[in-house]
Structure formats: C-alpha cells, structure tokens
Nanobody
Framework: VQLQASGGGLVQAGGSVRLSCAAS????????MKWFRQAPGKEREFVAS????????YYLDSVKGRFTISKDNAQSTVHLQMNSLKREDTAVYYC?????????WGRGTLVTVSS
C-alpha cells in the first residue's frame, strides 16, 4: 500500500487548502480512509474519515463545518478540503488507510496557517 499526501503549504488564517492523498498498491473498496494531524509538541489526532464507498463520514469536532473529506474514484485519491483555516490547524497532516486492525500511513504534508 502506498499513500502519497500532497497539497500542504503556507496559508493565511481564513484561507483554504485542499490536501490530496493518492492511494495505490491494492483495491481500497473495503478500506476506511482517514486524515490525521500532528501539531508541534502535540500527539497525532484524528481529523476525518470516510469509507471508500463514501459513507459514513466522521470529523473531529473542531473541524466540523470547515473541513470536508471526499474521494475521486477514478484517480484513487482522497481529498481533504480545509476552509476557514485557523492558526490552530497548523500541523503535519497524514492520510491513512485502515482495514480492520491494520492501518497504513502515508508521509505527512505540512500545513502552516499564519495570522
């Protein structure tokens, strides 16, 4: 399994960023796709998830209404649209693919939100 995250960068507070996670190496139809983040000095935390069939979706309370997880079946890519960004959203964002007790991780992509 290979997960390649991209789309991070520097953005001003209130702005938007779209992260992408290209998944390859197997068929992901039974997987739950997830986004996590790790802010400086903090533990990694769950941000959002969705089953590959699109439902259900779950979000960290602090990002509900601002972040949206979605997927592109044709390109086997999962996206995280992040709007109304806040400084506290600054973190390295990781995508992951989970099947039962097994989770595969991709490399993170840094999102820095400036004031």
């Amino acid at each position: 399994v290979q997960l390649q995250a991209s789309g991070g960068g520097l953005v001003q507070a209130g702005g938007s960023v779209r992260l992408s996670c290209a998944a390859s190496g197997r068929t992901f139809t039974s997987y739950v796709m997830k986004w996590f983040r790790q802010a400086p000095g903090k533990e990694r935390e769950f941000v959002a998830s969705m089953s590959w069939n699109g439902v259900p979706t779950y979000y960290l309370d602090s990002v509900k209404g601002r972040f949206t997880i979605s997927k592109d079946n044709a390109q086997s890519t999962v996206h995280l649209q992040m709007n109304s960004l806040k400084r506290e959203d600054t973190a390295v964002y990781y995508c992951a693919a989970a099947l039962g007790p097994t989770t595969y991780w991709g490399r993170g992509t840094l999102v820095t939100v400036s004031s």
